[in-house]
């Protein structure tokens, strides 16, 4: 087998990082009690075209060649006063992915972080991940610009870069 070299680094392609990363450069109004996807603002890079924010806010693509990822991801919350349920979760295909990528906590006082990280994850072409969120503070709290974010980064693909 021949593995593609990149001319300029004389690195195998099928050594090179694949994958996106996006993340919140406002607030988002959050309503109690409604699992709500993340609307995504920005896009820190994205090796293979993953998402187009022209298209969709809130879905990542697998693009054609990726047969496996890891996902990574980080809700930031603005101050929840109450002792509130925050629940976050990796959505797959608008639905619950199984085993599912998810983490519940207690809240209350100031901001509140929560991250979540996945194994490996098997995936197809055309399969949208989707960050979404809840919690029970029992008014719309928002989302904290530049701490909420989600990363896929691809673990397998076909020899060569995915195409």
Do not use: C
């Not at 992915?97 to 906590?105: E, F, K, L």
């Not at 904290?144 to 076909?158: F, H, L, S």
Request: glycine share 8%; aromatic share 8%.
């Amino acid at each position: 087998m021949a593995f593609n070299i990149n001319p300029e680094t004389k690195i195998s392609e099928a050594a090179m990082f694949h994958g996106v990363r996006v993340y919140r450069l406002s607030l988002q109004s959050i309503p109690n009690a409604v699992f709500t996807s993340v609307k995504w603002g920005r896009v820190q890079y994205d090796t293979d075209n993953f998402i187009d924010l022209a298209v969709s806010t809130t879905k990542i693509m697998i693009p054609k060649g990726v047969d496996y990822v890891r996902i990574t991801a980080q809700v930031g919350w603005e101050a929840m006063t109450g002792a509130a349920i925050e629940w976050v979760e990796v959505l797959q295909n608008s639905g619950l992915m199984v085993p599912r990528i998810a983490v519940r906590s207690l809240t209350g006082g100031v901001e509140k972080y929560s991250a979540l990280a996945s194994g490996v994850v098997p995936v197809s072409v055309g399969d949208d991940l989707q960050f979404a969120v809840l919690h029970s503070e029992g008014v719309n709290v928002n989302l904290a610009a530049n701490y909420t974010w989600m990363q896929v980064e691809v673990i397998k693909t076909p020899i060569g870069r995915p195409t």
